[in-house]
């Protein structure tokens, strides 16, 4: 069985800016917090609002306080005015698209031009983008409603922003034909459009289509509609739980999309729950192998080997003997501290990764047990290398742990979550600097008792390597690090910046190994190490053209760059020996 994941699927500009602006709000504001309407047409998504504390105001009172956000779908003028009015504080989520919409509306109005919005009457846009339009609005939903209008002197055409696109096209053709002089204007969002091009595209490519979001959201229902029309199979799901599994069981290639309200985490739990269920029904050899991958991410036994060979690199890069207890340190103390963070944030991994939820909590005393014996081991290796090396460790692993505790959070909506974890980016930058410091300048302490310019080079390379990775799944996991209040390092600067950033910091450890042997502070050998990185590119911008988020086999390709780093160093010592 092979998932494709429609690229344009999930979350639009529109409904990812307006979840943001009200998750911010319930981090950061105190006092009550409302939506003016439903924020968007989604039913998980507004029971996580719901959590945080965020009502909904149905009808606007005489008199409030607090804050009101607009929804995405945007409000009447009357309506933004009366709530500013009655004193709350309004924080306008409405979209920009439809923003530009209802700036067009408003200048023609009064201008006197009659407003025909082709689009749902019913649907809050429409309701809002009237609003503008005043006495001189006309719905139209279908070719029949169109030609029944009267012919007016002057008038512009308009489009709800998630309009079917081959509706407007003949809405379009109708007034070439019949009202030339009415202006006709563009407004179907061009991520509507695209997502509409491309379900029809991979319905060609696939055996059935899996649309995922809300039943009452406008434009998940025009995906489900197109995927219905295109002859294969096509199912319209909210939850991973209403999936026909028997029914695609039967499917060699499925496609999903979903709408532009729809969370990537619930995206992933149908990809994931797909992807556990029907994987029993391949071969022997395919279960196998899924299973035994599955085991080593989830369980983080796979990114412990990955240490290893990092501190394999970080020894080798130095000159230093490759020396058991070097891997066994990084290796060890990785195991136990990822462990740990991920058995204590576990409300992260229910939206991030809910099959690494299920898995800790199917799996708790064991991976307890893993994550003590792992720590415990490392200080173990650490105290035979000598006092500095134990009190470092222990130092370290200490730091970890109080960065995982929970205390309660002030303010409302705002969960459980230390006060580390509040500093922005501060997950993205201890992870960082503490597999530097294992992987790297443990080994250049206990060989040589000092840093030399060569261990400074091995660290700033690993290290970066590590903030490269971490960033990366820190971007798939966004929408759950806003929910409980995390500023990683993608929120603070956005995913293009970040991806761009990414990419800049691999494209500098490519060039960092050639550059520092030229200089001789490393080996003319060490060259052979800009094959990690670059690889590690490769995969990048690969996943940045057709991937949505990691998933088992992407994130343990990922993580093979760190065992590939090992293998690098292993290969050297033998040549060089």
């Not at 009237?130 to 070719?143: D, M, P, Q, W």
């Not at 991520?191 to 406008?218: C, H, I, M, P, W």
């Not at 739990?269 to 269920?277: A, E, P």
């Not at 990414?502 to 050998?525: C, D, E, N, Q, R």
């Amino acid at each position: 069985m092979k998932i494709t994941i429609a690229t344009t699927a999930g979350f639009c500009m529109g409904v990812r800016r307006a979840v943001e602006l009200a998750l911010d709000a319930a981090n950061q504001d105190g006092g009550p917090i409302y939506t003016y309407g439903p924020l968007i047409h989604n039913p998980q998504v507004l029971a996580i609002l719901g959590q945080k504390q965020i009502s909904v105001l149905e009808k606007i009172p005489e008199t409030g306080r607090g804050t009101v956000i607009i929804r995405a779908h945007g409000v009447p003028p009357e309506d933004k005015h009366a709530l500013k009015n009655a004193g709350f504080k309004v924080i306008d989520a409405t979209c920009p698209r439809v923003i530009r919409v209802q700036s067009i509306i408003a200048r023609h109005a009064k201008q006197g031009f009659a407003v025909i919005i082709a689009g749902d009457r019913e649907h809050p846009e429409v309701r809002g983008l009237l609003g503008y339009a005043g006495s001189r609005g006309h719905v139209v939903n279908s070719f029949e409603e169109i030609e029944a209008l009267p012919a007016f002197e002057n008038a512009i055409i308009v489009a709800q922003t998630t309009q079917n696109t081959a509706f407007f096209e003949k809405v379009k053709q109708w007034a070439g034909d019949n009202r030339p002089h009415y202006r006709v204007f563009e407004t179907i969002c061009d991520s509507t459009e695209k997502r509409q091009a491309e379900v029809q595209a991979l319905a060609r490519q696939v055996d059935a289509v899996v649309v995922v979001g809300g039943y009452n959201s406008g434009n998940t229902r025009r995906l489900a509609d197109i995927a219905g029309r295109s002859g294969k199979k096509a199912f319209h799901v909210e939850t991973a739980e209403e999936l026909p599994v028997e029914e695609l069981a039967e499917c060699r290639n499925i496609g999903i999309t979903a709408g532009a309200s729809t969370p990537n985490w619930t995206m992933r739990q149908v990809v994931q729950h797909l992807d556990r269920r029907l994987t029993g029904k391949g071969g022997r050899c395919r279960r196998f192998v899924h299973m035994l991958m599955r085991c080593l991410m989830l369980s983080n036994l796979y990114l412990a080997a990955g240490a290893a060979g990092l501190a394999a690199a970080g020894a080798w890069l130095q000159g230093v003997p490759l020396r058991p207890h070097y891997l066994a340190i990084a290796a060890l103390y990785t195991l136990s501290m990822h462990t740990l963070h991920h058995m204590l944030d576990r409300m992260a991994d229910r939206y991030n990764d809910p099959d690494r939820a299920r898995f800790y909590q199917e799996n708790r005393y064991a991976l307890t047990i893993l994550a003590g014996a792992a720590g415990l081991g490392g200080l173990g290796v650490a105290w035979a290398m000598g006092p500095l090396f134990f009190w470092l460790l222990l130092c370290m692993s200490l730091l970890g742990v109080v960065y995982n505790l929970e205390i309660e959070g002030k303010g409302s909506g705002v969960e459980k979550i230390s006060m580390f974890k509040r500093i922005p980016g501060s997950k993205t930058l201890l992870v960082t600097l503490a597999w530097g410091m294992a992987a790297a300048l443990f080994p250049a302490l206990d060989a040589h008792g000092y840093f030399t310019p060569a261990s400074i080079a091995a660290f700033v390379w690993i290290s970066a390597l590590v903030f490269v990775r971490t960033a990366f799944f820190d971007i798939s996991d966004m929408q759950g690090s806003r929910i409980v209040g995390r500023e990683t390092i993608p929120i603070l600067l956005g995913e293009r910046r970040t991806l761009l950033l990414l990419k800049g910091v691999l494209a500098g450890l490519i060039v960092l190994p050639p550059l520092a042997a030229a200089a001789g502070v490393l080996s003319f050998l060490s060259s052979v190490f800009s094959l990690c990185p670059a690889a590690m590119l490769a995969f990048l911008v690969n996943h940045e053209r057709t991937g949505h988020f990691p998933g088992v086999f992407q994130g343990f390709i990922m993580e093979s760059h760190f065992v590939f780093a090992g293998l690098l160093a292993f290969i050297c010592t033998a040549l060089a020996g």
